[in-house]
C-alpha cells in the first residue's frame, strides 16, 4: 500500500509522536477488489473504496489504472460517494483487465474539494492470460455476440490483428485494427460485427515487414439475442444493389425507442436489418445512452445517466468511452468539470443545485450533457457540449411573463486526453450581436423548454419566481474539429451546428490558442450567400443535424437538413427578418455544399428530397465512392408510430440531386452511420 498527500502529513506526525494541524481529515478505510488476484485477462472485477471526512464533504473518488509497462490512466474521474453512518462509499468501479497479463497498479485518490484535503491508495492486482499454450483461445463475453479472442506472443517489431468469418458461407472476412506486437505478453482482442447462434472461423495474422503470417484457425460460436431486450424489426425500401457503396455492408444505429422498457439501444446490423452487435445499458427502464460516435479500433463514445455531484438529478451526467463489450473504458461527469472550469475562470459553470431559488438575474450553471462528444482533436483530445441555463431580465428574448427568464445556451469544452478541460467557449460570452451571437435574436421557431420535457436537458433553475418555461435558445446539436481551414492553413477550429438558430457556425479555436469568437455563421440571415442554381424557394438549411467537412477538412460539408423552418416559415425567417422567403414546404432533404470562405459563398453539390419529413435529429455522410448516407430520425408514420429511414444517395452527374440506392426503414434512433465494419467508423 502506498499513501500520498495529506494522509502522507498525518502519518509522519503520528510516528513523530505528535498530532499536529495538518493532520489529514480525509482517511481510507477500505480499497476492495470483488474477487481476489490473480484473475485471467477479461475478468470484470468490482472496486469499493469506504473512507472518511471529518469536514463536511462531500467526498469523492477518482481511480487510475496502469497495465504493466504503461503510464497511469485517468478511468473514472473524481464523483461524488454516498455517505452512511459516517462512512463515505465510493460508488463501484468496474474494471475488466483487457490489454496484457501482468501486474497492473491501480490507484484511488479520495478528495473533499470544499477542503481540499485527498489522500492516494495504491494497490497491485495480478492479470493472468488467457492464453497457457501455443493455440489461441476465444471465449465469451456479457455481451453474447462479442468474443474475446487471445493468442500467443508474437515478435517484437511485428504487428498482429485477428480475422474472422462465417464458417457456413463464404463471405468475406472481417478483420480487426492491427496492434503492436509486444512480446512476451500475449495479445488480446474483442471480436464484433457476428451474427446471432452462429459459427465463425477465427484466425490471427502476424505482420513483420510486408510478410503476413496466419496463426492457427479456431471456432467461437455466438450466443443468442437476449431476451429481456426489444429488437426492431427492420424492412428493407430499397435493398442494396449494384450502385450501393460496396465497402459500407455494416448500420450503425443509435434508437431511441424500441419499447416500453428499452428506450436507449445501439444496434449494428447488416443491410438487411440483420442484427450483427448491440449496446444496451439495463439500470433501469428509463436509462439514458445515447451513441454519439464511434470511434476507430472499436470503441464507442456515449451520453449517459448516473449519479454525480448534483442530488438534483441523473440525466446526462456523465459520458463515456466504451469498448465492444460495453466496457467502461473511461467516464467524467458534469460534477468534476464544473469544478475544474470554475478554477479557470468559467464563471458560467456553478453547480446548478448551488444557487438559492430563485435565482437572480445573471445567474448562471452548467446542468447536463447533450448531442455530441467527438474525440478527433490533436493528441487524442475530445470535444463535448453541455448546457448552461443563465437567468436574464423579464421580457428578454420577447417573453411576456413579467418574470426574469431562465435562458439555454451551449458550452463546448476541449477536453485532453486524459478527459481534463483545456479549453471552453461560452455562448453567453458572445452574446453582443454584431458577428457574434445576439441574446436578443430568439430562437427561430420559438422553442421552449420545461421541467421533464423531453428533447430538453434537465431545467434545474426554473421554479417559483422565474418565468414558467425556459428558452431554448441554441440548442447545439454536432461538433466537428477542422484541422486545416479552406486555404490550407493549421488553424484547427470548431465547426458547430445550432439548430434553433438555423446557423452553422465557425468558432475561433486555433488548436487551443483562439479567442473563442465566431469567425462566420452560415445559414439564413447568417454571413454567407447561397448561390441558388436550383432557384429554390428556399435554399438554405433549417433546423439541420450532424454537420461536418467531409474528406478531412477538405469538403464537401455534408448536412441532414431536417427542414422545420422552412416547413414551417410562419413562424420562422420569412415573417420575422425577411431574410428567406414566407413559404416553404416538402420533406428533409440531404445536403452537400462546397464553401468559399473568402467570398463568403455557398454551392450546392446535393440538395435531395429524402421523401420523409424528420421532425429532428439524423445524420449525414458522404461515402467512400462519391455517394452519401442520411439518417432520416424521427419520422410520424401516424399517431404513436415513429420511425427512421437509412438512406443511401447515389448523385445524378450535373444535378444536385441523387437516387436512393439503399432505404432500410427501423424504429426511431438519434443518429445512424454506415461503415465497413465496427473497427472502421466514418472519420467525420
Same mark, same amino acid.
Given at each position: 500500500?502506498?499513501?500520498?498527500?495529506?494522509?502522507?502529513?498525518?502519518?509522519?506526525?503520528?510516528?513523530?509522536?505528535?498530532?499536529?494541524?495538518?493532520?489529514?481529515?480525509?482517511?481510507?478505510?477500505?480499497?476492495?477488489?470483488?474477487?481476489?488476484?490473480?484473475?485471467?485477462?477479461?475478468?470484470?472485477?468490482?472496486?469499493?473504496?469506504?473512507?472518511?471526512?471529518?469536514?463536511?464533504?462531500?467526498?469523492?473518488?477518482?481511480?487510475?489504472?496502469?497495465?504493466?509497462?504503461?503510464?497511469?490512466?485517468?478511468?473514472?474521474?473524481?464523483?461524488?460517494?454516498?455517505?452512511?453512518?459516517?462512512?463515505?462509499?465510493?460508488?463501484?468501479?468496474?474494471?475488466?483487465?483487457?490489454?496484457?497479463?501482468?501486474?497492473?497498479?491501480?490507484?484511488?485518490?479520495?478528495?473533499?474539494?470544499?477542503?481540499?484535503?485527498?489522500?492516494?491508495?495504491?494497490?497491485?492486482?495480478?492479470?493472468?492470460?488467457?492464453?497457457?499454450?501455443?493455440?489461441?483461445?476465444?471465449?465469451?463475453?456479457?455481451?453474447?455476440?462479442?468474443?474475446?479472442?487471445?493468442?500467443?506472443?508474437?515478435?517484437?517489431?511485428?504487428?498482429?490483428?485477428?480475422?474472422?468469418?462465417?464458417?457456413?458461407?463464404?463471405?468475406?472476412?472481417?478483420?480487426?485494427?492491427?496492434?503492436?506486437?509486444?512480446?512476451?505478453?500475449?495479445?488480446?482482442?474483442?471480436?464484433?460485427?457476428?451474427?446471432?447462434?452462429?459459427?465463425?472461423?477465427?484466425?490471427?495474422?502476424?505482420?513483420?515487414?510486408?510478410?503476413?503470417?496466419?496463426?492457427?484457425?479456431?471456432?467461437?460460436?455466438?450466443?443468442?439475442?437476449?431476451?429481456?431486450?426489444?429488437?426492431? *424489426?427492420?424492412?428493407?425500401?430499397?435493398?442494396?444493389?449494384?450502385?450501393?457503396?460496396?465497402?459500407?455492408?455494416?448500420?450503425?444505429?443509435?434508437?431511441?425507442?424500441?419499447?416500453?422498457?428499452?428506450?436507449?439501444?445501439?444496434?449494428?446490423?447488416?443491410?438487411?436489418?440483420?442484427?450483427?452487435?448491440?449496446?444496451?445499458?439495463?439500470?433501469?427502464?428509463?436509462?439514458?445512452?445515447?451513441?454519439?460516435?464511434?470511434?476507430?479500433? #472499436?470503441?464507442?463514445?456515449?451520453?449517459?445517466?448516473?449519479?454525480?455531484?448534483?442530488?438534483?438529478?441523473?440525466?446526462?451526467?456523465?459520458?463515456?468511452?466504451?469498448?465492444?463489450?460495453?466496457?467502461?473504458?473511461?467516464?467524467?461527469?458534469?460534477?468534476?468539470?464544473?469544478?475544474?472550469?470554475?478554477?479557470?475562470?468559467?464563471?458560467?459553470?456553478?453547480?446548478?443545485?448551488?444557487?438559492?431559488?430563485?435565482?437572480?438575474?445573471?445567474?448562471?450553471?452548467?446542468?447536463?450533457?447533450?448531442?455530441?462528444?467527438?474525440?478527433?482533436?490533436?493528441?487524442?483530445?475530445?470535444?463535448?457540449?453541455?448546457?448552461?441555463?443563465?437567468?436574464?431580465?423579464?421580457?428578454?428574448?420577447?417573453?411576456?411573463?413579467?418574470?426574469?427568464?431562465?435562458?439555454?445556451?451551449?458550452?463546448?469544452?476541449?477536453?485532453? *486526453?486524459?478527459?481534463?478541460?483545456?479549453?471552453?467557449?461560452?455562448?453567453?460570452?458572445?452574446?453582443?450581436?454584431?458577428?457574434?451571437?445576439?441574446?436578443?435574436?430568439?430562437?427561430?421557431?420559438?422553442?421552449?423548454?420545461?421541467?421533464?420535457?423531453?428533447?430538453?436537458?434537465?431545467?434545474?433553475?426554473?421554479?417559483?419566481?422565474?418565468?414558467?418555461?425556459?428558452?431554448?435558445?441554441?440548442?447545439?446539436?454536432?461538433?466537428?474539429?477542422?484541422?486545416?481551414?479552406?486555404?490550407?492553413?493549421?488553424?484547427?477550429?470548431?465547426?458547430?451546428?445550432?439548430?434553433?438558430?438555423?446557423?452553422?457556425?465557425?468558432?475561433?479555436?486555433?488548436?487551443?490558442?483562439?479567442?473563442?469568437?465566431?469567425?462566420?455563421?452560415?445559414?439564413?440571415?447568417?454571413?454567407?450567400?447561397?448561390?441558388?442554381?436550383?432557384?429554390?424557394?428556399?435554399?438554405?438549411?433549417?433546423?439541420?443535424?450532424?454537420?461536418?467537412?467531409?474528406?478531412?477538412?477538405?469538403?464537401?460539408?455534408?448536412?441532414?437538413?431536417?427542414?422545420?423552418?422552412?416547413?414551417?416559415?410562419?413562424? #420562422?425567417?420569412?415573417?420575422?427578418?425577411?431574410?428567406?422567403?414566407?413559404?416553404?414546404?416538402?420533406? *428533409?432533404?440531404?445536403?452537400?455544399?462546397?464553401?468559399?470562405?473568402?467570398?463568403?459563398?455557398?454551392?450546392?453539390?446535393?440538395?435531395?428530397?429524402?421523401?420523409?419529413?424528420?421532425?429532428?435529429?439524423? *445524420?449525414?455522410?458522404?461515402?467512400?465512392?462519391?455517394?452519401?448516407?442520411?439518417?432520416?430520425?424521427?419520422?410520424?408514420?401516424?399517431?404513436?408510430?415513429?420511425?427512421?429511414?437509412?438512406?443511401?444517395?447515389?448523385?445524378?452527374?450535373?444535378?444536385?440531386?441523387?437516387?436512393?440506392?439503399?432505404?432500410?426503414?427501423?424504429?426511431?434512433?438519434?443518429?445512424?452511420?454506415?461503415?465497413?465494419?465496427?473497427?472502421?467508423?466514418?472519420?467525420?
Amino acid at each position: 500500500m502506498k499513501i500520498t498527500g495529506t494522509g502522507l502529513v498525518c502519518l509522519i506526525g503520528l510516528l513523530a509522536g505528535m498530532c499536529v494541524p495538518a493532520c489529514a481529515t480525509v482517511q481510507i478505510l477500505s480499497f476492495t477488489p470483488s474477487v481476489k488476484a490473480p484473475r485471467v485477462i477479461g475478468t470484470p472485477i468490482t472496486w469499493t473504496v469506504t473512507a472518511t471526512d471529518s469536514n463536511t464533504g462531500p467526498l469523492t473518488f477518482q481511480f487510475n489504472v496502469a497495465a504493466p509497462k504503461h503510464t497511469r490512466v485517468m478511468a473514472r474521474d473524481f464523483n461524488v460517494g454516498t455517505l452512511s453512518s459516517g462512512v463515505w462509499t465510493s460508488q463501484p468501479f468496474v474494471w475488466v483487465p483487457l490489454l496484457v497479463e501482468g501486474a497492473y497498479d491501480i490507484q484511488v485518490i479520495a478528495k473533499d474539494f470544499t477542503s481540499g484535503e485527498s489522500v492516494t491508495k495504491t494497490v497491485m492486482y495480478t492479470v493472468n492470460p488467457l492464453v497457457t499454450g501455443s493455440m489461441p483461445v476465444a471465449v465469451a463475453t456479457a455481451n453474447p455476440l462479442v468474443a474475446l479472442f487471445s493468442t500467443p506472443s508474437c515478435p517484437a517489431g511485428s504487428s498482429i490483428r485477428v480475422s474472422f468469418q462465417q464458417q457456413s458461407l463464404a463471405t468475406p472476412a472481417t478483420t480487426t485494427q492491427y496492434e503492436a506486437c509486444h512480446p512476451p505478453t500475449t495479445s488480446t482482442f474483442e471480436i464484433a460485427g457476428m451474427y446471432p447462434s452462429t459459427t465463425y472461423n477465427m484466425f490471427a495474422q502476424t505482420k513483420t515487414g510486408s510478410n503476413v503470417t496466419n496463426g492457427p484457425t479456431i471456432t467461437f460460436t455466438t450466443g443468442a439475442l437476449p431476451t429481456n431486450i426489444t429488437f426492431p *424489426s427492420a424492412t428493407v425500401i430499397v435493398p442494396a444493389g449494384s450502385h450501393t457503396d460496396k465497402s459500407d455492408g455494416m448500420l450503425l444505429v443509435n434508437h431511441i425507442e424500441t419499447g416500453i422498457n428499452v428506450p436507449y439501444l445501439s444496434l449494428a446490423t447488416d443491410l438487411k436489418g440483420q442484427p450483427m452487435w448491440y449496446y444496451y445499458q439495463a439500470n433501469n427502464g428509463t436509462h439514458f445512452s445515447l451513441l454519439t460516435r464511434p470511434l476507430g479500433g #472499436g470503441t464507442m463514445l456515449t451520453i449517459e445517466d448516473g449519479p454525480s455531484w448534483n442530488p438534483q438529478t441523473q440525466a446526462q451526467q456523465t459520458i463515456r468511452q466504451i469498448d465492444l463489450a460495453g466496457n467502461i473504458l473511461r467516464e467524467t461527469n458534469i460534477g468534476i468539470l464544473q469544478q475544474e472550469l470554475l478554477a479557470m475562470g468559467a464563471t458560467d459553470a456553478q453547480p446548478c443545485n448551488t444557487i438559492t431559488p430563485p435565482a437572480p438575474v445573471g445567474a448562471a450553471c452548467l446542468g447536463a450533457f447533450h448531442h455530441d462528444i467527438i474525440q478527433s482533436l490533436p493528441n487524442g483530445g475530445a470535444a463535448v457540449f453541455v448546457d448552461i441555463e443563465k437567468i436574464y431580465p423579464p421580457g428578454t428574448q420577447g417573453d411576456t411573463s413579467t418574470l426574469p427568464v431562465d435562458i439555454v445556451g451551449d458550452m463546448i469544452i476541449v477536453l485532453n *486526453s486524459s478527459w481534463q478541460p483545456v479549453w471552453y467557449f461560452d455562448s453567453f460570452q458572445h452574446d453582443g450581436g454584431g458577428t457574434q451571437l445576439d441574446i436578443n435574436r430568439a430562437a427561430v421557431l420559438g422553442e421552449t423548454c420545461v421541467i421533464g420535457q423531453a428533447g430538453c436537458p434537465p431545467m434545474l433553475l426554473l421554479g417559483s419566481g422565474i418565468a414558467t418555461a425556459a428558452l431554448d435558445w441554441l440548442h447545439g446539436n454536432s461538433i466537428y474539429y477542422w484541422p486545416t481551414d479552406s486555404y490550407g492553413g493549421a488553424s484547427g477550429d470548431i465547426i458547430w451546428s445550432s439548430r434553433h438558430q438555423d446557423w452553422i457556425m465557425k468558432i475561433d479555436y486555433n488548436n487551443g490558442a483562439g479567442t473563442g469568437n465566431l469567425l462566420w455563421r452560415m445559414g439564413p440571415c447568417g454571413d454567407f450567400t447561397f448561390n441558388n442554381i436550383n432557384n429554390d424557394p428556399w435554399p438554405w438549411n433549417s433546423h439541420q443535424h450532424e454537420v461536418a467537412m467531409e474528406n478531412n477538412g477538405a469538403g464537401p460539408m455534408t448536412v441532414f437538413d431536417n427542414g422545420n423552418t422552412r416547413i414551417s416559415p410562419a413562424t #420562422g425567417h420569412g415573417s420575422s427578418t425577411g431574410c428567406m422567403p414566407g413559404t416553404g414546404s416538402g420533406d *428533409s432533404r440531404g445536403m452537400g455544399w462546397t464553401y468559399d470562405e473568402k467570398a463568403l459563398t455557398v454551392t450546392p453539390v446535393l440538395s435531395d428530397d429524402l421523401g420523409v419529413f424528420s421532425t429532428a435529429m439524423g *445524420s449525414a455522410q458522404l461515402l467512400s465512392d462519391g455517394n452519401y448516407f442520411f439518417f432520416a430520425a424521427i419520422v410520424l408514420i401516424n399517431i404513436g408510430t415513429v420511425d427512421s429511414y437509412s438512406i443511401e444517395i447515389l448523385p445524378t452527374s450535373g444535378k444536385t440531386t441523387g437516387k436512393q440506392v439503399l432505404n432500410v426503414q427501423d424504429l426511431e434512433g438519434y443518429r445512424g452511420w454506415v461503415m465497413p465494419n465496427l473497427y472502421s467508423p466514418p472519420l467525420t
